[in-house]
């Protein structure tokens, strides 16, 4: 890094997850020719969290298949990445961050891609080394590694990542219970409809399924470990996976004196109310377009597109973020997309056979399409994805109607 620098032409990514690393990339692409910095606290080389609970361990961890560029691309770029390096400080007096090492980094703009970690359960036990995880390359080599000795796993939450794991255990022939403190999987994103398909099919292939309960404390010998549940059940298994939810990572904003409020508050520019610090992805609360109020959420859609709208701020093209949210989770051979924002209590209009294995649901509030969730159905999936971010107006009628009516909506807009 040059020290004659101008401050003001350096752009600081803290984070160098898929966010960070497309705000970097859409710089240079928007012909930013200043200094970019990626500080990620991880020593790997940027790669992408989504296929850690699918292809990458079944594929024997092929890092090629997670890696999101090689050395040589960020290089060509003039993209610095500070890897296994972590900001301990910001001052926003100074526009300058701290390293853990005590070093001192001027810059022009920040960007915060701090992103989230999972959330830690309370209950005896819970805190034990042994505990597995699955949210970082190194959690998803250790579980790799351990695959050849488990033949029992207990997984505390049935959320998108908890599911996923079950699934790639069962197909590893390892015995699997889910621990669901609500009263249904996924209940905080899907459809009751959704959710009872991912019930049925995960009992089909031999999954556990425990609503209601929560862990009491887990208890290790020589032979395994023991499970304790809310309701006094005990289960023995040879590991515990927890899966429970996320929790974003806002402190050093928070130490900075930044507004948060389940996550780095943000306006419609993606800016923090410090005119030299954005923040993107899973840490920024922002104001969406489609729920009309600040939300929090944890996608990579989400995170990329954050990130593409603060670079083209940044050189000169501000706009507000209304981007569709869209999502994914894959469950063995069952295929969930996702595409809007659905709320509790939105009415549910069903398309489809779910005995088929191929059907989609549509989410309304106050007669308008708000999300739909498309399970083995990507046709569908994909047409009211581009309907939604279009705007054009779905009624309840044309969710059962033929693919040629939709598809004609779509030309009409």
Not at 26 to 44: A, N, W, Y
Not at 289 to 310: F, K, P, Y
Request: aromatic share 6%; net charge negative; proline share 4%.
């Amino acid at each position: 890094m040059r020290e004659d620098q101008l401050a003001s032409d350096r752009v600081v990514i803290v984070g160098a997850g898929q966010g960070g690393v497309e705000a970097a990339i859409s710089l240079r692409q928007k012909h930013f020719d200043g200094e970019i910095v990626v500080v990620g606290d991880e020593p790997d080389l940027p790669y992408q969290r989504p296929p850690l609970s699918k292809d990458f361990i079944k594929g024997g961890g092929q890092l090629r298949g997670v890696q999101l560029r090689d050395g040589s691309f960020f290089a060509e770029r003039k993209i610095e990445l500070l890897l296994g390096r972590s900001v301990t400080a910001i001052d926003r007096a100074s526009k300058s961050v701290r390293f853990e090492n005590g070093e001192v980094m001027s810059y022009g703009h920040l960007v915060l891609a701090t992103g989230s970690r999972n959330r830690k359960l309370r209950a005896p036990g819970l805190d034990n080394p042994a505990v597995l995880e699955l949210r970082t390359l190194q959690h998803a080599i250790r579980l790799m590694e351990r695959l050849p000795s488990l033949g029992k796993v207990v997984v505390i939450g049935g959320g998108f990542i908890g599911l996923e794991v079950a699934s790639l255990l069962r197909a590893q022939n390892v015995e699997v219970d889910v621990i669901e403190a609500a009263g249904r999987l996924m209940g905080r994103v899907v459809s009751h409809a959704t959710s009872d398909y991912f019930r049925a099919f995960h009992l089909q292939h031999g999954v556990r399924l425990h609503f209601g309960v929560t862990v009491e404390s887990v208890e290790y010998d020589s032979e395994g470990c023991t499970v304790l549940l809310s309701d006094g059940r005990p289960l023995r298994a040879d590991a515990v996976l927890l899966a429970a939810g996320v929790v974003p990572n806002v402190e050093l904003a928070a130490e900075a004196g930044l507004h948060v409020e389940n996550g780095i508050v943000v306006d419609e520019r993606l800016l923090t109310e410090d005119a030299a610090i954005s923040a993107l992805g899973d840490c920024a609360s922002y104001p969406s377009v489609q729920a009309g109020c600040m939300v929090r959420l944890e996608s990579v859609q989400n995170a990329v597109d954050h990130a593409r709208t603060i670079a083209e701020r940044l050189t000169g093209d501000a706009k507000r973020y209304d981007s569709l949210p869209w999502f994914w989770s894959y469950q063995g051979d069952a295929r969930l997309q996702i595409a809007g924002l659905a709320a509790p209590g939105d009415q549910e209009i069903l398309r489809g056979d779910p005995e088929s294995r191929k059907f989609s649901v549509f989410l309304f509030r106050d007669g308008r399409a708000v999300a739909t969730e498309s399970i083995n159905d990507p046709g569908i999936h994909m047409l009211t994805r581009r309907l939604l971010s279009a705007g054009v107006e779905i009624t309840p009628e044309m969710a059962c109607a033929p693919d040629s009516e939709l598809k004609a909506l779509l030309k009409s807009s």
